[in-house]
């Protein structure tokens, strides 16, 4: 049973547009929502994170939209660089300080120049 | 930054041998973590511990056994590998003071089973 579902798989969009990475969960007491990328051959490394206080959260290029109702989170890539070709998780957790952490199963992006 | 160092870095195992992954933390953090990766499956969560002493199953416990001997060291056992547990297996350390959990990974451990 998968408690974080993450979509698409993979996805590819041109230097310049945005990209959307898209992402679902069941367990209604996860209340921490990060995002990791990982690079070809290196390790997972947290890239933004958001606790449904607030829907939005900003950095720089990259905003998460966060929909507790529908108990959906997205993550997007503004101005998309390839620099940013990498791929993306999303995770949960429930708690605060909830030392359970839950993946979902990954989105390969590809940004072509 | 922390510091979150595995070993072996590659691992070639025999099916019904026993296997020990080794990871040391040096940022004092109580968390620490067990992920194998899949292609399709991203990472899932094996085993994980509150700190010295202490071991919780994760999502996917079978076949597994941890170690957490120190604040330091947490371990990794499969005790009769199988070719289903060729993988690579990361740890991760954490810790949940303020507002956010924050996993530092290490390196990976490449695992085949044969």
């Known amino acids: 049973q998968q408690q974080v579902r993450q979509s698409p798989q993979s996805l590819t969009v041109w230097e310049g547009e945005t990209a959307i990475l898209n992402c679902s969960y069941e367990?209604?007491?996860?209340?921490?929502f990060p995002w990791y990328h990982q690079f070809p051959g290196e390790s997972p490394a947290l890239l933004i994170a958001?606790?449904?206080?607030?829907n939005k959260k900003e950095d720089g290029r990259f905003t998460i939209f966060f929909n507790k109702r529908e108990k959906k989170f997205s993550l997007h890539i503004a101005d998309s660089q390839p620099g940013d070709s990498a791929t993306y998780f999303c995770?949960?957790?429930?708690?605060?300080?909830?030392?359970?952490?839950?993946f979902g199963a990954g989105t390969k992006l590809t940004i072509k120049p | 930054e922390a510091a979150v160092t595995q070993s072996p870095r590659n691992k070639v195992a025999v099916t019904g041998g026993k296997v020990t992954l080794s990871c040391n933390q040096t940022?004092?953090?109580?968390?620490m973590y067990w992920y194998r990766q899949d292609t399709g499956h991203g990472l899932r969560l094996i085993h994980y511990?509150?700190?010295?002493?202490?071991?919780e199953k994760g999502d996917i416990p079978d076949g597994y056994k941890a170690s957490r001997p120190s604040q330091e060291n947490f371990s990794l056992i499969l005790e009769l590998a199988t070719p289903s547990q060729t993988s690579v297996y990361f740890c991760?350390?954490?810790?949940?003071?303020?507002?956010?959990?924050?996993?530092?990974f290490g390196a990976g451990t490449r695992l085949s089973v044969l």
């Open positions: 991760a350390s954490g810790d949940t003071g303020g507002s956010q959990n924050t996993l530092y």
């Open positions: 367990d209604s007491t996860f209340d921490y």
């Open positions: 958001i606790r449904p206080v607030s």
């Open positions: 995770a949960a957790s429930a708690d605060y300080g909830n030392e359970k952490i839950t």
């Open positions: 940022n004092n953090h109580n968390n």
């Open positions: 511990s509150y700190g010295a002493g202490s071991t």
